[in-house]
T-cell receptor, first 115, second 119 residues
Framework: GAGVSQSPSNKVTEKGKDVELRCDPI?????LYWYRQSLGQGLEFLIY????????KSGLPSDRFSAERTGGSVSTLTIQRTQQEDSAVYLC?????????????FGDGTRLSIL | AQTVTQSQPEMSVQEAETVTLSCTYD???????LFWYKQPPSRQMILVIR??????QNATENRFSVNFQKAAKSFSLKISDSQLGDAAMYFC????????????????FGKGTLLTVNP
């Protein structure tokens, strides 16, 4: 597609359930990023992929969070045993490569609500 | 660690007028990039303008321009001839240059300024 695609657009789930969020980057973009946007917290970096490798996972808030990327394309962010504090908008971005002069292009995000 | 501060949670402007959004940042690095992103209610973060720290000339993009003061670590966004479609949340962001090494892949964002455009 022309832009970064994220699904689902909205997700409502009960506390304790597992959720999977999907990101389809722009075709040909080797770098992929996940951010979380919470009320009052702004945007925080979660994880970065170059190809299928994640050189830095230190932004993941707890071991309930994991992410993978396959085929150098689609990425999935998984949250296990969801908690109410996980409620946020999860944004995915991609860029042509990892260099700073290559801008990050964002998707529309997934709004996650934990009941 | 780098920090980005946007001191104006909300701003408003009359249609066709000019508004300036403030951003300051803290870094010990000399080479970096600064960005302004716009986030309308659709949630998509849209890149408005970017500035390379090594360039003295302020970036401009149509009605959008920046005032980059490197010594003061200030990076304000000026929107001229404001339009109703400019209403959105605006985020200032910082990224280390890859020439500086280290964690140069992530963007560090300010908390945003909500801009309202009045007809």
């Amino acid at each position: 597609g022309a832009g970064v695609s994220q699904s689902p657009s909205n997700k409502v789930t009960e506390k304790g359930k597992d959720v999977e969020l999907r990101c389809d980057p722009i075709s040909g973009h080797t770098a992929l990023y996940w951010y979380r946007q919470s009320l009052g917290q702004g945007l925080e970096f979660l994880i970065y992929f170059q190809g299928n490798s994640a050189p830095d996972k230190s932004g993941l808030p707890s071991d309930r969070f994991s992410a993978e990327r396959t085929g150098g394309s689609v990425s999935t962010l998984t949250i296990q045993r969801t908690q109410q504090e996980d409620s946020a908008v999860y944004l995915c971005a991609s860029s042509l490569g990892p260099y700073s002069n290559q801008p990050q292009h964002f998707g529309d995000g997934t709004r996650l609500s934990i009941l | 660690a780098q920090t980005v501060t946007q001191s104006q949670p909300e701003m408003s402007v009359q249609e066709a007028e000019t508004v300036t959004l403030s951003c300051t940042y803290d870094t010990s690095e000399s080479d970096y990039y600064l960005f302004w992103y716009k986030q309308p209610p659709s949630r998509q973060m849209i890149l408005v303008i970017r500035q390379e720290a090594y360039k003295q000339q302020n970036a401009t993009e149509n009605r959008f321009s920046v005032n980059f003061q490197k010594a003061a670590k200030s990076f304000s966004l000026k929107i001229s001839d404001s339009q109703l479609g400019d209403a959105a949340m605006y985020f200032c962001a910082y990224r280390t240059s890859h020439n500086s090494g280290g964690s140069n892949y992530k963007l560090t964002f300010g908390k945003g300024t909500l801009l309202t455009v009045n007809p």
